[in-house]
């Protein structure tokens, strides 16, 4: 499951002579996994409406973001993804595409916080602060922890 090339970029399996690098493979199972999740929770709550469906739903719809960012990772940015990212250097609307994909990949953390109550103007600070300094300072072999201590 891993290799001296995972140690080296500090991020995934890339490839390194495997039939499918893990950042494809993710992509295709968090697609179809999240997708029949998204569909599942969204068809039980229109059937009875109770706010943790739409927890789920969310959570599922993170999964299908978080395919898409292997995509992005594995296909378009390149080893050094985070460099790749950083608001220096990037034309406005280039850095408002960025900046818009990392907000609605991290939607879930305020959601969550939302929804357990923390205070909605509390949410969209820190979400938005939270999302410019993933894209600003935080470097590739640490964007998986950032991701997740985020989250949790």
């Known amino acids: 499951l891993s290799s001296a090339d995972w140690f080296g970029q500090g991020f995934c399996n890339a490839g390194a002579g495997r039939l499918i690098s893990s950042h494809s493979a993710c992509f295709v ?9 998204l569909w599942e929770n969204w068809r039980r709550y229109r059937l009875r409406p109770r706010p943790a469906l739409l927890v789920a739903a969310a959570t599922a719809v993170f999964t299908l973001l978080h395919g898409f960012g292997h995509l992005a990772i ?21 850095l408002a595409a960025y900046y ?17 109550g923390v ?8 979400h ?22 985020y989250l949790n």
């Open 128 to 149: 938005l602060a939270s999302a410019w300094a993933f894209l600003a300072l935080v470097p590739t072999q640490f964007a998986f922890g950032f991701v997740q201590l």
């Open 74 to 94: 594995g296909h378009v940015l390149g080893a050094d993804f985070m460099a790749s990212v950083r608001p220096r250097g990037l034309s406005w609307p280039r």
């Open 29 to 37: 199972c968090d697609l179809l996994g999240g997708g029949a999740l």
């Open 119 to 126: 205070r909605r103007l509390v949410c969209v600070v820190m």
């Open 100 to 116: 818009a994909a990392t907000a609605a990949f991290l939607a879930l953390g305020p959601f969550l916080g939302f929804w357990n």
